[in-house]
T-cell receptor, first 115, second 112 residues
Framework: DAGVIQSPRHEVTEMGQEVTLRCKPI?????LFWYRQTMMRGLELLIY????????DSGMPEDRFSAKMPNASFSTLKIQPSEPRDSAVYFC?????????????FGPGTRLTVT | AQSVTQLDSHVSVSEGTPVLLRCNYS??????LFWYVQHPNKGLQLLLK??????LVKGINGFEAEFKKSETSFHLTKPSAHMSDAAEYFC??????????FGAGTRLAVHP
């Protein structure tokens, strides 16, 4: 398996623009997580899905952030409009709900820079 | 509620010397605990996990961790550091509903 795939790996955009980050989870995994990592706040869980349904979005910072999972193999995290304080590395992770090991598999991340 | 505290934000060792990264946890039930490693500009990789089996857990690259309930600790160790071990290490506790709760991280520097 190729692991969790994220695109793009790097994104540079101007303030006010829309940004869309993409994630393909590991085949067969029914949980998908979006995290944000910054120096100031560390690793934060933004939202997670189970069987394509959003379960907990309490970590989404503002209404400017939205996430979707239209099918089991694809998810997007959208920021509209983007702001400089959104600059961070965004990680997607997936796992299977069977068993209790909770191990999550992380993608390589998308480094977002908003100027 | 579950939480973890990593006691050191930075640890510096010489190559060939032991590594100790400290983690204390808080949990209202028997926890599942993990250590993840993040190399520069990379994603997070699982080093090892404890899920109520053996208290001494062996992971990849020679790392191991010991679960001590009496001390609520899950410290990560390695007998001999290698230059390639330089990275950030996260202690993690399962938070229920397949969620993970991450510590703040410990940055390990390895000097020749």
């Amino acid at each position: 398996d190729a692991g969790v795939i994220q695109s793009p790996r790097h994104e540079v955009t101007e303030m006010g623009q829309e940004v869309t980050l993409r994630c393909k989870p590991i085949s067969g995994h029914d949980y998908l997580f979006w995290y944000r990592q910054t120096m100031m706040r560390g690793l934060e869980l933004l939202i997670y899905f189970n069987n394509n349904v959003p379960i907990d979005d309490s970590g989404m910072p503002e209404d400017r952030f939205s996430a979707k999972m239209p099918n089991a193999s694809f998810s997007t995290l959208k920021i509209q409009p983007s702001e400089p304080r959104d600059s961070a590395v965004y990680f997607c992770a997936s796992t299977t709900g069977t068993g209790l090991s909770y191990e999550q598999y992380f993608g390589p991340g998308t480094r977002l820079t908003v100027t | 509620a579950q939480s973890v505290t990593q006691l050191d934000s930075h640890v510096s060792v010489s190559e060939g010397t032991p590594v100790l990264l400290r983690c204390n946890y808080s949990s209202s039930y028997s926890p599942s605990l993990f250590w993840y490693v993040q190399h520069p500009n990379k994603g997070l990789q699982l080093l090892l996990k404890y899920t109520s089996a053996a208290t001494l857990v062996k992971g990849i690259n020679g790392f191991e961790a010991e679960f001590k309930k009496s001390e609520t600790s899950f410290h990560l160790t390695k007998p001999s550091a290698h230059m390639s071990d330089a990275a950030e290490y996260f202690c993690v506790v399962a938070g229920g509903y397949n969620k993970l709760i991450f510590g703040a991280g410990t940055r390990l520097a390895v000097h020749p």
